[in-house]
């Protein structure tokens, strides 16, 4: 018999990693598919009646073909956590594939209730993280290639390379959130006051509602 290869092996490593240290709460049944329809507000999602639940449940292509990049940043992540995949509620595992155009940055983000890691399908990226010491923690990567994000910590990835480069990225949380910090400082609602940011960025506040008219929705 052939042995596995190593991306398979990697997804039975990470596989193995995300299912020891999740980071959601304990199961406590075989499985509580989200019913992602029901008005009951819980810490996660109400169980969908088990006759009711269908291969189609566990079940996703979203992830199979590479995303479109031609936005703002050249780079774009595609989720398969428990809103796509309703199976995973409970089961605190979660995947997403981002793609990168040449150039295309997944700008400065956190996860709040995830640890992420990513192997590369191709190309090759810069991707690093800032420790609360203001340490920053970098690596270059090519095809192949595993790096960790610690839970919480600010990181990104950029593509410097010449050809489009894309990323497999697991996490211990059926639903790890995102706070990309451009779009949360400058772009949130209500507004962040001027004053508030343009005293944290030692700047004034005409730059600050320059930068804030970027970050509003496109019309």
Same mark, same amino acid.
């Not at 309703?86 to 595992?93: I, Q």
């Not at 451009?182 to 944290?200: C, K, M, Y």
């Given at each position: 018999m052939a042995s596995p290869t190593p991306f398979l092996s990697l997804l039975g490593l990470v596989a193995f990693f995300i299912i020891t240290v999740s980071a959601d709460p304990e199961m406590l049944q075989d499985l509580c598919v989200a019913d992602l329809s029901s008005g009951i507000k819980v810490n996660g999602f109400p169980c969908k +009646?088990? %006759?009711n639940v269908t291969p189609l449940d566990f079940f996703s292509q979203g992830i199979a073909n590479p995303g479109l990049t031609n936005n703002t940043f050249g780079a774009l992540v595609t989720g %398969?956590?428990?809103?796509? *995949?309703? /199976?995973?509620? @409970?089961? /605190?595992?979660s995947l997403a594939r981002i793609d990168y155009a040449p150039g295309g940055l997944n700008p400065p983000h956190t996860h709040p209730r995830a640890t992420e890691v990513v192997y590369v399908l191709e190309g090759t990226l810069d991707v690093g993280f800032l420790t609360t010491a203001n340490r920053l923690?970098?690596?270059?990567? #090519? #095809?192949? +290639?595993?790096?960790?994000?610690? !839970? /919480?910590?600010?990181?990104f990835q950029k593509n410097n390379g010449r050809v489009p480069a894309a990323v497999i990225a697991a996490f211990n949380?059926?639903?790890?959130?995102?706070?990309?910090? =451009? %779009? @949360?400082?400058? =772009?949130?609602?209500?507004?962040?006051? +001027?004053? *508030?940011?343009?005293? %944290?960025?030692? @700047? @004034?506040? !005409? *730059?600050? $509602?320059? *930068? #804030?008219? !970027?970050?509003?929705? $496109? #019309?």
């Open positions: +009646d088990a %006759a %398969a956590n428990v809103m796509t *995949i309703p /199976g995973l509620n @409970t089961l /605190g595992v923690i970098s690596q270059s990567l #090519k #095809k192949g +290639d595993v790096f960790a994000f610690p !839970r /919480g910590l600010v990181h949380s059926q639903l790890p959130g995102t706070q990309s910090l =451009g %779009a @949360t400082l400058f =772009g949130s609602t209500p507004p962040v006051p +001027d004053e *508030i940011l343009s005293q %944290a960025f030692q @700047t @004034t506040p !005409r *730059i600050v $509602k320059n *930068i #804030k008219s !970027r970050f509003q929705p $496109k #019309k």
